[in-house]
């Protein structure tokens, strides 16, 4: 890719040190956080339906797609889906929708091509919109892209202790492994080459069936899921992503019966925020707007 960030190993084990800001993500604030005089605020949409699982546990596609639509409408203050999907994309944008294939818990192919539909619904030309995960550098759609839209569910993760939205971007560079260092400090930095960089107008953390526990790479138990039902809807990815922390925590703990980190601690979330400015990761700043099912919420 050939862009580096200015930032070392040093600085990363000080951010690692001096920024995380709540326990399951590390500890402290760094010192653009304490200075800032206006602090930033972000918003995210976490809406939940507890019909959305079938009896065999497989997303419903209708009601999936509604909450989509009701996430969206929330988020943006819109009048309807249609207006608030015409307020992210433009009818000359060029569309791609970064998936995740993950075998065990893949993005539901029902929630791609609803977002594929509200796209060409706000105008945009067939030709113009594709939906790919491990092929994203050499599909001429994303290498056209002038809008992503990021969708992939929540997971515990080996090396970045949870897969999250700003992981999903992970693709978008030849060698993913070259970002394994630091559990995945530098994930953040994906987010401003010139691939990808402003071109993301919302964040789809899917949170119907998360993944909160696992042992060794591309680990997977049914046992370590549970039917959360939901989905965390955001312009801004780290935001969202803390917020699905802060529920994978919490069921963690509910789970095991006493406080129990993930391991390792995905501090890329805070890094992306304190390092890279993607967003706010700091859950006093956030602004969780609730939707729909309230039993076992988490946050």
Same mark, same amino acid.
């Given at each position: 890719?050939?862009?580096?960030?200015?930032?070392?190993?040093?600085d990363f084990i000080g951010a690692g040190v001096a920024?995380?800001?709540?326990?399951?993500?590390?500890?402290?604030?760094?010192?653009?956080?304490?200075?800032?005089?206006?602090?930033?605020?972000?918003?995210?949409?976490?809406?939940?339906?507890? &019909?959305?699982?079938?009896?065999?546990?497989?997303?419903?596609?209708?009601?999936?797609?509604?909450?989509?639509?009701?996430?969206?409408?929330?988020?943006?203050?819109?009048?309807?889906?249609?207006?608030?999907?015409?307020?992210?994309?433009?009818? &000359?944008?060029?569309v791609g929708v970064k998936s995740n294939v993950w075998?065990?818990?893949?993005?539901? #192919? *029902?929630? %791609? %091509?609803?977002?594929? =539909?509200?796209?060409?619904?706000?105008?945009?030309?067939?030709?113009?919109?594709?939906?790919?995960?491990r092929g994203v550098l050499d599909n001429p759609v994303?290498?056209?892209?002038?809008?992503?839209?990021?969708?992939?569910?929540?997971?515990?993760?080996?090396?970045?202790?949870?897969?999250?939205?700003?992981?999903?971007?992970?693709?978008?560079?030849?060698? #993913?492994?070259?970002?394994?260092? %630091?559990?995945?400090?530098?994930?953040?930095?994906?987010?401003?080459?010139?691939?990808?960089?402003?071109?993301?107008?919302?964040?789809?953390?899917?949170?119907?069936?998360?993944?909160?526990?696992?042992?060794?790479?591309?680990?997977?138990?049914? *046992?370590?899921?549970?039917?959360?039902?939901?989905?965390?809807?955001?312009?801004? #990815?780290?935001?969202?992503?803390?917020?699905?922390?802060?529920?994978?925590?919490?069921?963690?703990?509910?789970?095991?019966?006493?406080?129990? #980190?993930? =391991?390792?601690?995905?501090?890329?979330?805070?890094?992306?925020?304190?390092?890279?400015?993607?967003?706010?990761?700091?859950?006093?700043?956030?602004?969780?707007?609730?939707?729909?099912?309230?039993?076992?919420?988490?946050?």
């Amino acid at each position: 890719m050939g862009h580096r960030s200015d930032l070392n190993r040093r600085d990363f084990i000080g951010a690692g040190v001096a920024v995380a800001t709540t326990a399951f993500l590390g500890a402290g604030r760094s010192a653009a956080q304490e200075t800032r005089t206006t602090p930033r605020r972000s918003r995210v949409v976490l809406i939940r339906r507890q &019909d959305v699982l079938t009896e065999g546990g497989q997303p419903d596609p209708g009601v999936l797609a509604a909450m989509l639509d009701d996430a969206v409408v929330a988020l943006l203050g819109a009048g309807s889906a249609a207006e608030g999907w015409r307020q992210l994309i433009r009818a &000359d944008d060029v569309v791609g929708v970064k998936s995740n294939v993950w075998k065990y818990l893949p993005t539901p #192919p *029902a929630l %791609e %091509e609803a977002i594929r =539909e509200r796209v060409l619904a706000a105008g945009v030309k067939p030709v113009d919109v594709a939906v790919d995960d491990r092929g994203v550098l050499d599909n001429p759609v994303f290498q056209r892209a002038t809008a992503l839209v990021n969708v992939r569910p929540m997971r515990s993760h080996h090396w970045s202790g949870l897969g999250t939205c700003i992981k999903n971007y992970v693709m978008f560079v030849r060698r #993913p492994q070259d970002y394994h260092g %630091e559990a995945c400090a530098r994930l953040g930095e994906i987010w401003t080459y010139p691939v990808v960089a402003g071109k993301t107008r919302l964040n789809v953390l899917v949170m119907l069936t998360p993944q909160f526990h696992g042992a060794g790479p591309h680990s997977f138990s049914p *046992a370590y899921t549970w039917p959360y039902r939901g989905l965390i809807v955001g312009v801004d #990815p780290v935001a969202v992503d803390a917020t699905g922390a802060r529920i994978i925590q919490a069921h963690r703990n509910l789970h095991f019966g006493e406080e129990r #980190p993930l =391991e390792p601690r995905p501090h890329h979330i805070v890094v992306a925020d304190t390092a890279y400015g993607l967003g706010v990761s700091d859950p006093a700043r956030i602004d969780v707007e609730r939707l729909g099912w309230e039993e076992g919420a988490l946050v």
